[in-house]
């Protein structure tokens, strides 16, 4: 089993995650290139001063998808709470004319999603789990 791994003083770690957000109500704000190129670059910025690590964003015309790499110490919440509070606020302010497609100014519908996502599946974890219990017998 191969990972890709971070290191801190001490830990040694393997974190990545996918996020999607929803504009509230799936109104189509992206619908071209220079809000979502505005999206990426914003969400590139905030995750630098996070220590995140963006793998990929992808956007389709009423969300984006996000996957990114973090440390242990990273806070989720507060990290996903700056990207949709600074992109929502930058977005209307750049793009004005979006305002027009969102229902009482709101962007951001106000749940997300998030899983982590590892190297390996979670198949594999397991069986990797469960060999560790057949030497563990082997040995005794």
């Known amino acids: 089993m191969s990972y890709e791994l971070g290191k801190g003083s001490h830990s040694v770690y393997s974190l990545s995650y996918h996020f999607i957000q929803v504009v509230k109500y799936r109104r189509k704000v992206f619908v071209n290139d220079p809000i979502v190129d505005f999206l990426k670059t ?17 956007c389709d015309r009423d969300y984006f998808h996000m996957l990114f790499k973090s440390t242990p110490l990273l806070n989720i919440p507060q990290f996903i709470n700056a990207v949709k509070t600074i992109t929502s606020r930058e977005i209307k302010r750049n793009f004005p ?6 229902w009482n100014e709101k962007f951001w519908a106000p749940s997300y999603f998030l899983a982590t996502s ?3 599946t979670l198949d594999v974890m397991k069986r990797y789990v469960d060999s560790q219990e057949v030497k563990r017998n082997e040995n005794l």
Do not use: H, M, P, S
Request: hydrophobic share 40%; glycine share 4%.
């Open 97 to 102: 004319d979006v305002k027009k497609e969102l």
């Open 42 to 58: 914003k969400t590139r910025e905030i995750a630098e001063t996070f220590n995140v690590d963006i793998l990929e964003i992808e």
């Open 118 to 120: 590892g190297q390996v």
